[in-house]
């Protein structure tokens, strides 16, 4: 096997990878630096973002407000010291991307301009017309073309990780144009591989999303955090899952029932008028507005429709400048994909699985349990986001957050001892032969098979509103297909060279086991709390018992074993989250 | 119409372990009105033949991955549907003027570590201002200035329809000097003369020949064509020394 020498490795080119990267590059140009992502930095799901990311930036806003937002929409699971070095850095690094070249929308006046966003008691979500994340994703890819310590190795396909004496000292990956395997040694790790939303059938994620990071952390010990809360967000299209962005709520637009009817003023998010106004009706957050939405499918309020139930999102009354200024991505996207035009007609929505909350566990540096080994961006669980993210933190937490872990991986690298080769070597070549192995059977399911079985087991019994024998059917049919797994697939492709069906394999490995703590995390948190809502008897917040993060530890081929650690609380004791209620009409600019 | 209907998918095979020459193979694909030509290469991997290789992920026409030749024409596989061909077969061939690394994936190394990092495609600003001192102004009209050039998603459609690219693969391509444009006209940049090498070669803006396909095929409207053909003028006009003469940012 090939091997190469560096200092630090960053998985995953997507937003936190990359701005990990330039942090090692800009803390030091001496160290060597491989980007290992398994597709062009680019296609990275980062691109898909659309609404905006959080910086507090007008007169009228403040730390203490976004972080009392961010604390609350989390359902106080948040790590309030974690949020308040998030809230603080936020800004300057919209302003690092900005100096950068990113395209920020402007006011007339030429400063950047912001927009509610869900949950936000104040506009301070920076956006780039509805291509945030594609416009941060590029203005990213394209400074670290600055770098040259910065080395790409475009679609290679992380694999596994080495870890010796206790301590992260290589990567293992797939070349996947050959199929041949790459040792990269290093002396620190950045894990930024992104959530694992696949794991649903219905969800807005890209085809990449399978939790690639998460998985082989967790199969070398790391616990994985906090898994139960998948966030739904409320207004994909259906069949596809396509996300249409919560900015259209920002900038004004309604979500209607079958009848017409805002319904959200039935789901304490009320009253509907004086119209917009933040953190009500169309701007609760997202887990909210999810569980109404299931409200009214049991009431039968919903719409019928080929692909599904749906309510519609309405932008009609926003006007056809507004649409096509602020929103021209949706308004592309509905049209393509839903055959509608938001300027003449509502938009049919439905909830889909959008974001992990949970992930690798990491403190304020990144620093995961095992050494080495940092994690930043949506794979990782640094403790902002606790049982419910708000839209436009996460875009936030990338850069904020993936700076930190660059700057932190940077400076172990410089003191870390050199690593043990001849052991290296002798790792990687044992998860190679593993790995090959995968594509000699003659017997087994298809990948697709245990694909979709898992999609149904998790939609049925781990969705948006839970009870404990829907959990436990569904930790079931996942200890089975876990088992049907492991008997081997058989693949069609036995060839080496860009063998996608190998990978899509090997991702299914891990997005079966991160399924499954999923399922036990869920089944095991005897409350509602955010994302979680049970409808059992557990159908409130029990702060007495489960203010508490779930740590799920792997144990081979059974159930996670679950452990439980306190979540932080600096200046915010838990208190009910109060949404919607009187207020003033806002002006929206 | 009762539904799903089936259609007949052609697709172009090529595995090099195995291949001596490139060679069609039909499947035939059940659809419905909102089923994507991804979805039906989808449905054969998953289904049909798991060797199948191509290349997608965000399948919203925002990733740039899966770029195909649809019938002829450089499409995105996700933004093409399969009832627009039907009752007619679809043919679907990697990207023209690519290698082939396999079936339906094009070796694209060529514009993603030489071409676009030549162009220097990033800010380069007068100077370096410090973040505390926040952002740059920059108004709606400066900012629609480069906009429509920022959108370009990388797609490498325009390539697999440019017919200079497929002539001289040394030509810098719609896409490149797209973006070169988009940073030469951010008002926030000055880094025009930095680039104007790349601009002004051969291989630059000289080597478009102003056919404007790439602007028709490109599915975010970023118009190549028409940012490379502004470029011919200020790159005459830098011939003569002009542009340092009279416009500090290079006439953007």
Redesign the interface.
């Known amino acids: 096997m090939q091997s190469v020498q560096t200092d630090v490795v960053v998985v995953g080119g997507g937003g936190a990878g990359l701005r990990a990267a330039i942090a090692v590059a800009q803390s030091d140009p001496r160290l060597r630096i491989a980007l290992v992502s398994k597709?062009?930095p680019?296609?990275?799901?980062t691109?898909?973002a659309e609404g905006g990311s959080a910086g507090v930036i007008r007169t009228d806003d403040s730390f203490d407000s976004h972080f009392d937002d961010t604390v609350g929409g989390g359902d106080w699971l948040c790590d309030q010291d974690v949020v308040e070095y998030f809230v603080a850095h936020c800004t300057?690094e919209m302003?690092?991307l900005?100096?950068?070249?990113c395209?920020?929308?402007?006011?007339?006046?030429?400063?950047?301009n912001v927009r509610f966003f869900g949950g936000m008691k104040v506009q301070r979500t920076w956006f780039a017309a509805d291509?945030t994340g594609?416009?941060i994703l590029?203005t990213l890819f394209?400074?670290s073309?600055?770098h040259p310590s910065i080395k790409r190795y475009?679609e290679y396909f992380c694999a596994d990780l080495v870890v010796e004496d206790g301590r992260v000292q290589g990567v293992v990956a797939i070349d996947i144009?050959t199929g041949e395997f790459l040792l990269l040694e290093c002396k620190a790790a950045i894990i930024c591989t992104g959530g694992a939303g696949r794991v649903y059938g219905q969800n807005t994620n890209?085809?990449?999303v399978t939790g690639d990071g998460m998985g082989i952390a967790f199969r070398h010990g790391v616990p994985l955090r906090d898994m139960e809360f998948m966030q739904w967000h409320p207004t994909a299209l259906p069949?596809?899952g396509?996300?249409i962005t919560e900015g259209c709520r920002g900038d004004g637009a309604i979500l209607t029932n079958k009848d017409g009817y805002r319904y959200l003023q039935d789901y304490g998010l009320g009253p509907p008028d004086p119209w917009p106004r933040p953190k009500a009706m169309e701007l609760g957050p997202r887990d909210r507005l999810s569980q109404a939405f299931w409200h009214e499918e049991q009431k039968g309020r919903t719409v019928a429709t080929?692909?599904g139930q749906v309510v519609w999102l309405d932008l009609r009354h926003l006007g056809a400048a507004t649409i096509h200024e602020r929103l021209p991505?949706i308004t592309?996207?509905a049209k393509?994909?839903a055959g509608v035009d938001p300027v003449v007609a509502p938009i049919p929505v439905r909830p889909a699985v959008h974001y992990t909350m949970g992930g690798i566990p990491c403190n304020a540096h990144t620093e995961t349990p095992l050494k080495g080994l940092y994690a930043a961006g949506e794979c990782s669980s640094v403790g902002i986001h606790g049982a419910n993210r708000l839209g436009s933190n996460s875009l936030a937490e990338i850069v904020v957050f993936g700076k930190v872990a660059g700057e932190r991986a940077a400076q172990y690298a410089k003191a870390a001892p050199a690593g043990k080769s001849e052991a290296a070597r002798r790792q990687a070549d044992a998860v190679e032969a593993r790995l090959v192995a995968l594509l000699g059977r003659d017997k087994g399911e298809?990948?697709?098979t245990i694909r979709d079985e898992m999609h149904d087991a998790m939609e049925t019994g781990v969705g948006i509103f839970r009870k404990a024998e829907g959990m436990q059917a569904a930790c079931a049919r996942l200890a089975l297909l876990r088992d049907r797994y492991g008997r081997g697939l058989k693949?069609?492709?036995r060839?080496?060279?860009?063998?996608?069906?190998w990978l899509s394999a090997i991702e299914l490995g891990f997005t079966l086991e991160i399924a499954e703590v999923i399922a036990q995390s869920a089944l095991n948190r005897k409350e509602s709390r955010g994302a979680h809502t049970r409808l059992d008897e557990f159908k409130e917040r029990d702060d007495a018992n489960y203010l508490k993060h779930t740590l799920a530890y792997r144990t081979g081929d059974g159930p996670p074993r679950l452990e439980y650690a306190p979540v932080t609380i600096t200046k915010s004791p838990p208190k009910t989250r109060v949404y919607g209620g009187e207020g003033k009409k806002t002006v929206l600019i | 119409m009762a539904e799903p209907r089936t259609i007949e998918i052609e697709v172009l095979r090529y595995?090099?372990?195995?291949d001596a020459e490139p060679h069609f193979q039909t499947f035939k694909v059940p659809f419905?009105h909102?089923t994507s030509v991804l979805q039906g290469l989808q449905h054969i991997?998953?289904?049909l033949?798991?060797?199948l290789?191509?290349?997608?992920?965000?399948?919203?026409?925002?990733?740039?991955?899966c770029g195909k030749m649809v019938n002829g024409k450089p499409e995105l596989s996700c933004?093409t549907f399969l009832r627009d061909y039907y009752p007619g077969k679809v043919r679907i061939e990697p990207l023209n003027h690519f290698p082939v690394?396999?079936?339906l994936?094009i070796?694209?190394?060529d514009f993603?570590n030489q071409k676009?990092?030549a162009v220097?495609?990033?800010?380069l600003?007068k100077e370096d201002?410090p973040?505390s001192a926040?952002?740059?102004?920059?108004?709606?009209k400066?900012?629609h200035s480069?906009?429509q050039y920022?959108?370009c998603?990388?797609c490498l459609l325009c390539y697999a329809a440019c017919p200079q690219y497929g002539l001289n693969p040394k030509f810098t391509g719609p896409a490149a000097l797209a973006?070169l444009h988009r940073?030469n006209a951010?008002s926030?940049?000055r880094g025009w003369q930095e680039r104007a090498e790349v601009l002004n070669s051969e291989e630059g803006v000289w080597g478009c020949t102003l056919v404007g396909y790439c602007s028709e095929v490109c599915p975010k409207g970023v118009d190549p064509a028409h940012a490379i053909n502004q470029n011919k003028v200020k790159s005459t006009m830098d011939y003569f020394g002009v542009l340092k003469f009279l416009m500090p940012r290079g006439g953007s």
């Not at chain 2, 595995?15 to 195995?18: A, D, G, L, T």
């Not at chain 2, 290789?53 to 991955?65: K, Q």
């Not at chain 2, 926040?134 to 709606?140: A, E, I, K, N, S």
């Open positions: 597709v062009v680019m296609r990275s799901h691109v898909a300057e302003t690092q900005e100096h950068w070249g395209p920020w929308s402007r006011k007339d006046d030429g400063h950047v291509k594609f416009h590029h394209q400074t073309l600055k475009d144009a890209a085809g990449i069949g596809t396509i996300l080929p692909l991505l592309e996207v393509t994909f298809r990948v697709a693949l069609d492709d060839n080496r060279a860009f063998n996608t069906e | 595995n090099p372990e195995k419905t909102d991997k998953d289904h033949d798991g060797s290789t191509f290349r997608w992920s965000c399948r919203m026409a925002i990733c740039g991955s933004h690394l396999r079936d994936v070796d694209q190394t993603f676009l990092p220097k495609p990033y800010l600003p201002k973040l926040g952002t740059h102004l920059q108004t709606p400066e900012y480069y906009y920022s959108q998603i990388n973006l940073y951010d926030r940049d």
